[in-house]
């Protein structure tokens, strides 16, 4: 098979994974030697029709799998075309893909071959090769598999920016039903583990600034939405937990998509696009704006609203905290405003000290107006009245939003 | 009023600035003006680290703004001199904190310009190819880069820190700039022609790109948003977008006809289908449609036809034996009645666009003859996004819904036309929508009278949309 044929097959099964992420690490630079750098901020280095971000070069070492998840396109049930690189292909393509400014780096993932320890042994000879036989100072973000030993996984830290193990669902007898191989527990044995090496990593950063890193720039996950019946309530507070016990840097969410010849377990639609679409805006609130899962998605409404943003949701069931006064309000609770996102807030804040901001002071700040108004008193303006006078929710667009999306798998590649 | 020529670098502003400063000329009284010549932007090496000590004034300018000046100055407004001083004599004139007020009209600008500078540079060091040529001393990697401001010193040593240890050049049509390995060098713009041609490794890489695209999640407005257009000419895998955009619909038609959804599958198509912008692909990608079963008994797809500048829409169910053939709509025995009524309600068919709900013929067979048959709901709303893309392409003001197929596929609802008919009302789709009969269903009466009458009052139908 040609390095072209591959590299279709390949690219093909890692394009589910919704991380691209480039940023977040150490700053390198290859002054000293080796090639490449990073700057901390992440670099899109293309874009696709499908308005994603190209920055790393995402691929899986093989699609072969033992394993059985019913959502994969690569389960090993499944009878899509296999293909697989060698450890030498894979560090070549990265390095010319590189040299020519393509990419930041390399995301690899891998199906599981043999057994975890012989998979998770392969993935991090790429990495290893890259960073001691090249000195590739770029970025590279590993998928771990939960069942490796500590030792490999400790080895992949060292050399990757960020680690991530997917969590997939949300619940253990979701993941009983539909990947009887994956283990909740185990997965957060695997992540506890990391953060413990990255906490370490930091403090013996601040005593000895050549101490030997371990994945800088954290580690992530990504969970299906829409394959089980969880709710978003159960989908966020696991997210949160997550965030909080282990510190993941991000979570993923994936909307689910029905594959072809599916096991009968799996739904026959996928849930619409715009759930994932919320529960990204939620995720956002609860990392930067101060809220709780509670607040967004609870036990009367678990589910998030289609219709309006969890934030403008959230203002509409609580007439009472508003009319919030921008040129009086503290941070947390300029926050809580729809249409005010954290870099507007910190301006305002900014400019409130030398100048009482105006209507048209939001025009300039390209506030929406729409959204913001009948929740706010600035200079010269009140809303008239609280409660009749809230906007009535936009009807729910289906343009922009394909309900349906592929009926391939979503997931692909998780280890 | 004086006028101060400087050469249009930061460092040439910085010092005819300090000059009026310590001279103590307003704004007001300063007209700048920029001399020509090939000097480098910004010397790097030999910038000052802030203004105010030179100055010798007790005011300070706060070092962000001497950031931000740098990076203004890499603008390609010639007016950016003259703001940058006004904001300079604001704050050294009792607005130290002038920079937190993102509302005031100067910061603002300023800011605006800043914007545009920082997202060049942010694009240079995304877009720019490199290729691989070889040169006496070894491979020498060159890439063509056109940036929208002069920032090619500003993002120099970016690519150093990158690939210090290869040999390599950025050409511009502004300035160009070299690394040998060792040390950095300039010189003056050039030509594209300059340019090397393919690297071979740029078929990899489109490879890689093809695959990576998902066609089932088309957001073209987000890749152009960040990836605008004036950027594809020199991205290798640009020139593939048009084709994957041709196909994507096709691809998740086969993907989705591969899948276990039974039903309702044209809302995602709708969103894929929704965003292909020209009239040409649009037809292109009809012509492979086979989202509903009535693909495989016609002979092809029958798309709409008419100017795209049409003012009216005309609407009908399907296509018939004759436009199944030559594979143009209305142009069989009801067209021609269509076009009669047209020409006596005073519209002029050259000038509508003319299209139907269900763009396969449907037919069964009674001896020799093809005989029409009604297409059900399912296969109306599976050729529903394709009428709604032409809509929204053409944007008519007046929308024409001939017979009851069309009517309900527009109006989401069953509609009996007869009782209907002749009312207009303001849709999504158009700001008049008519409801009227289906020509067709004018030849099917055999009474002359009857049928004479009826014709009248379609064609009064028609006048009501003038
Ligand atoms: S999710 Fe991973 S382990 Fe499960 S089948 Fe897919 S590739 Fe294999
Ligand atoms: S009738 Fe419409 S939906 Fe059905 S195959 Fe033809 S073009 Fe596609």
């Given at each position: 098979m040609t390095l072209d044929s591959k590299l279709s097959i390949l690219a093909d099964a890692a394009k589910y994974d919704a991380s691209c992420a480039s940023s977040g690490t150490t700053k390198r630079n290859s002054r000293e030697g080796g090639i490449g750098s990073t700057t901390g901020a992440g670099i899109c280095h293309s874009y696709t029709p499908d308005g994603r971000c190209v920055s790393l070069l995402k691929i899986l070492l093989t699609n072969y799998c033992i394993y059985d998840c019913l959502y994969c396109i690569n389960r090993a049930s499944s009878g899509v075309q296999r293909a697989r690189f060698t450890v030498e292909e894979v560090v070549n393509l990265t390095l010319d893909f590189y040299r020519r400014n393509y990419i930041e780096g390399l995301f690899l993932s891998s199906g599981i071959i043999r057994n975890p320890d012989y998979t998770m042994e392969s993935v991090v000879e790429v990495a290893r090769r890259l960073r001691v036989d090249h000195g590739f100072r770029g970025y590279i973000h590993l998928k771990t598999i939960p069942e490796a030993s500590p030792a490999l996984i400790?080895?992949?830290?060292?050399?990757?920016?960020?680690?991530?193990?997917n969590v997939e669902l949300a619940t253990q007898p979701d993941l009983d039903r539909l990947a009887p191989e994956k283990n909740l527990q185990r997965i957060e044995t695997s992540m506890g583990a990391i953060k413990g090496r990255i906490d370490e990593f930091k403090t013996e950063r601040k005593k000895f600034s050549n101490a030997p890193p371990f994945a800088p720039a954290g580690q992530s996950t990504q969970m299906i939405v829409g394959a089980t019946g969880a709710t978003d309530s159960a989908i966020l507070n696991q997210a949160s937990h997550l965030y909080g016990k282990h510190r993941l840097r991000r979570v993923y969410y994936s909307a689910f998509s029905p594959i072809p010849d599916a096991s009968n377990k799996l739904p026959l639609a996928s849930p619409p696009m715009v759930r994932e679409h919320r529960l990204y805006q939620a995720d956002w609130l609860l990392r930067f704006y101060g809220f709780q899962v509670s607040e967004l998605a609870g036990e009367t409404a678990p589910n998030l609203d289609l219709a309006v943003d969890p934030k403008m949701a959230w203002a509409l069931r609580n007439p009472a905290e508003f009319p919030v006064n921008i040129n009086r309000a503290p941070r947390e609770t300029l926050l809580r405003v729809p249409g005010l996102g954290v870099r507007n807030v910190d301006r305002i804040l900014a400019i409130r000290r030398w100048h009482r901001l105006r209507v048209d002071d939001l025009v300039r700040l390209r506030v929406s107006l729409k959204k913001t108004l009948p929740f706010i008193e600035v200079a010269d303006h009140r809303p008239s009245l609280i409660g009749p006078a809230l906007p009535a929710p936009a009807p729910f667009k289906l343009k922009q939003m394909d309900l349906f999306g592929p009926p391939v798998s979503v997931a692909s590649g998780q280890l | 009023m004086i006028t101060l020529t400087v050469p249009p670098t930061f460092a040439g502003w910085r010092s005819a600035a300090r000059k009026a400063l310590q001279e103590g000329i307003p704004p007001g009284e300063i007209l700048w003006e920029e001399a020509g010549g090939d000097a480098p932007l910004l010397d790097l090496f030999t910038l000052e680290p802030a203004l105010p000590a030179s100055i010798q004034s007790p005011v300070r300018v706060p070092p962000a703004f001497m950031e931000l000046a740098k990076r203004v100055a890499c603008h390609r407004a010639p007016t950016r001199w003259a703001i940058l001083y006004r904001a300079l004599w604001r704050i050294t004139h009792g607005e130290p904190h002038l920079l937190d007020v993102f509302v005031?009209?100067?910061?603002?600008?300023?800011?605006?310009?800043?914007k545009a500078v920082r997202r060049d540079v942010h694009k240079m060091r995304a877009f720019v190819r490199f290729r691989e040529v070889t040169h006496p001393e070894g491979v020498w990697s060159v890439a063509w880069f056109e940036p929208a401001h002069l920032i090619v010193e500003l993002n120099a040593s970016f690519f150093v820190d990158r690939f210090?240890?290869?040999?390599?050049?950025?050409?511009?049509?502004?300035?160009?700039?070299?690394?040998?390995?060792?040390?950095?060098?300039?010189?003056?713009?050039?030509?594209r022609s300059a340019a090397p041609g393919e690297d071979a490794v740029e078929d990899l890489w489109r490879t890689y790109y093809s695959h990576i695209f998902n066609p089932a999640r088309v957001k073209i407005h987000a890749m152009q948003a960040e990836m605008p257009k004036h950027y594809w000419k020199n991205l290798p895998e640009a020139a593939l977008i048009p084709d994957l955009l041709r196909a994507a619909p096709g691809r998740v038609a086969e993907m989705l006809s591969r899948s276990l959804i039974k039903s309702a599958p044209a809302e995602s198509r709708e969103t894929i289908i929704s965003e292909v912008a020209d009239w040409e692909s649009l037809k292109e990608s009809a012509s492979t449609c086979q989202a509903c079963p009535l693909y495989k008994n016609a002979t092809q797809t029958v798309f709409g036809e008419g100017p795209r500048s049409a003012r009216i829409v005309l609407l009908g169910e399907q296509p018939g034996d004759q436009e199944d053939i030559q594979g143009r709509p209305f142009v069989g025995p009801a067209g021609q009645l269509l076009d009669r009524a047209l020409t006596e309600a005073g519209i002029d068919r050259k000038e509508c666009y003319v299209t139907n709900s269900v763009k396969h013929f449907k037919w069964e067979p009674r001896g020799k003859r093809r005989i029409h048959e009604k297409p059900n709901k399912t296969e109306v709303s599976a050729c529903k996004p394709w009428w709604k893309a032409e809509l929204a392409l053409v944007r008519p003001s007046v929308l024409i819904c001939l017979g009851a197929t069309a009517a309900q596929t527009v109006f989401d609802r069953d509609v009996r036309v007869l009782a209907e008919r002749g009312t207009v009302v303001e849709t999504v789709h158009a700001a008049k929508t008519l409801i009227t009969v289906h020509p067709s269903s004018l030849l099917r009466i055999s009474d002359p009278e009857q049928r004479e009458h009826a014709y009248r009052r379609f064609v009064e139908d028609l006048t009501l949309v003038l």
């Open positions: 400790a080895e992949a830290g060292r050399w990757a920016d960020r680690l991530s193990i | 005031d009209s100067d910061v603002h600008q300023l800011m605006g310009m800043d210090a240890g290869m040999r390599w050049s950025i050409l511009t049509p502004d300035r160009c700039v070299h690394w040998d390995g060792e040390s950095l060098g300039f010189s003056p713009g050039v030509d």
